[in-house]
Every structure is written in structure tokens, then in C-alpha cells.
């Protein structure tokens, strides 16, 4: 098989750029908003310091002031979660995980856009198993974890039925466009998947602990038809109708 070893990973441009254009609606939002809460927030510390201050000493109402002024600069300029950077740093850790599978001759592709779509492919790996789509979940919350019931994936309170679906779609479209069947996966950091070896099948799509990923595609049987020269000509096509996500 053969690849470009050493080629820069893309793996989450687009989410990324997306994390920024939110990032920077959030920032002006915050402008805006301290254009009338510093003002109140000031007035609030001069206030609260001064009656401080005529209870002790001036010493105390000073850093009560300060205390106030603090808490509302923080309070205007507090971040909020941004689920598309989330997106995008598990992405990034997925496609280090496949590297060394790109430098032992396994096509490995990132960030592809679907044609007619604006949904993207997080991973493409394609070897003498065939093909799969990765689709990478940052799930690192210390309050939740995936719970399995009766078919059902859940993680935190959250039904993630419509994710599989959407992973399986994807992969229809990637089989679509290549001509050859493609293996839905969703690869999971953070999180345990509560089966044995950290994966399990849910309609239709192989859910796996990101960690235990790369050993799992490593350890796929051979498929027949498929040798060196199968796959590059899938990465070559690939690399032709699945575009660079423009994001």
C-alpha cells in the first residue's frame, strides 16, 4: 500500500474555523454588553466598597470595590462552551491516532466534504480491509458517561440515535462516491464505552473507544480484491470527488 507519509493532518479545519467565527460573534456580543454593564458594575463597586468602608476601615470597602468590579469584568467576559473548538480537538486527536497507520502504507484522509452536502467526513482510512469513516465525539464531561440500553446510546441524558444515523449517511455517501462499501465507525475520547474491549455494534455503525481505534482498523482481516494497488487508486479518488472540507 502507499500513502504520503508525513503529510499535515487537516483533521478539524473546518470545525475549527467554525469554533472561531463563534468565538468572535461571542467576543462582540461581549463588547456590546460591556458598553452598559462595566458602567453599572462600577457604580455598583463604588456603592458597595463606600458602605464597607463606613462599617471597618477603608481598607476593606477598597477591596470590596475591587472584588465587585472583578466579578462583573468576569461575569461580562465569561466564555462560553464552544462545541465546534471541542469538535475540532477531537478530530485533531483522532487523526494522531491514525498517523502511525498513514505511515505503514494505509490511506488516511481528514476533513472531506460530501458533495451536494455541507456535512463533512472526520476520517477516511482505507486498507486491505477496505474502507471506513471515522467520526470522531470529544465526549470529556466528568458529569456524564454512555450508558447502552436496549439499543439505545446515550450519553449524559442525551439520545445520540441521530448521531449514528448521521455517521451511517455519511458513509453511504462516501460508498456512493468511491464505489465500494464503507465501514461506519464512531470514535469516542473521553468517555468509556460500557462493552468488552471499549466497542460494541450499534445499528449499523461500530462504536469504539478512540484509544483502542487504530489497533482495531490494525487488526481488520483482509478483504479479497483488495491489495497496495486497490488502495491507492481508492485514495487517488478519494482525494479527486471528496474535497477538502471549505468549512
Not at 477591596?63 to 464552544?82: H, K, P
Amino acid at each position: 500500500m502507499t500513502t504520503t507519509p508525513g503529510r499535515r493532518s487537516n483533521a478539524g479545519a473546518s470545525a475549527r474555523r467554525q469554533g472561531e467565527l463563534q468565538r468572535a460573534a461571542e467576543r462582540a456580543a461581549q463588547h456590546r454588553r460591556a458598553k452598559w454593564a462595566l458602567p453599572l458594575t462600577a457604580a455598583a463597586a463604588a456603592v458597595t466598597g463606600w458602605a464597607a468602608g463606613t462599617v471597618t476601615v477603608w481598607q476593606v470597602g477598597a477591596l470590596v470595590a475591587a472584588a465587585v468590579l472583578a466579578y462583573g469584568i468576569r461575569q461580562t467576559y465569561r466564555r462560553q462552551r464552544n462545541s465546534w473548538k471541542s469538535g475540532a480537538d477531537g478530530e485533531e486527536a483522532t487523526a494522531r491516532l491514525l498517523a502511525p497507520l498513514a505511515r505503514r502504507g494505509y490511506a488516511v484522509l481528514h476533513d472531506r466534504a460530501i458533495p451536494g452536502s455541507k456535512a463533512n467526513i472526520d476520517h477516511l482510512v482505507a486498507g486491505l480491509f477496505g474502507v471506513a469513516l471515522v467520526d470522531s465525539k470529544n465526549w470529556r464531561s466528568k458529569k456524564s458517561r454512555i450508558v447502552i440500553t436496549g439499543g439505545l446510546l446515550r450519553y449524559g441524558r442525551y439520545d445520540q440515535t441521530k448521531a449514528l444515523q448521521t455517521v451511517v449517511w455519511e458513509a453511504q455517501q462516501a460508498a456512493k462516491v468511491l464505489g465500494v462499501p464503507v465501514r461506519p465507525i464512531l470514535a469516542v475520547h473521553g468517555a468509556k464505552v460500557p462493552a468488552p474491549r471499549g466497542r460494541t455494534e450499534l445499528h449499523g455503525v461500530t462504536v469504539v473507544e478512540a484509544k483502542k481505534l487504530r489497533g482495531m482498523l490494525a487488526g481488520l482481516s483482509p478483504q479479497p480484491g483488495w491489495d497496495a494497488a486497490r488502495v491507492t487508486a481508492v485514495e487517488q479518488l478519494a482525494e479527486q470527488r471528496l474535497p477538502r472540507h471549505s468549512g
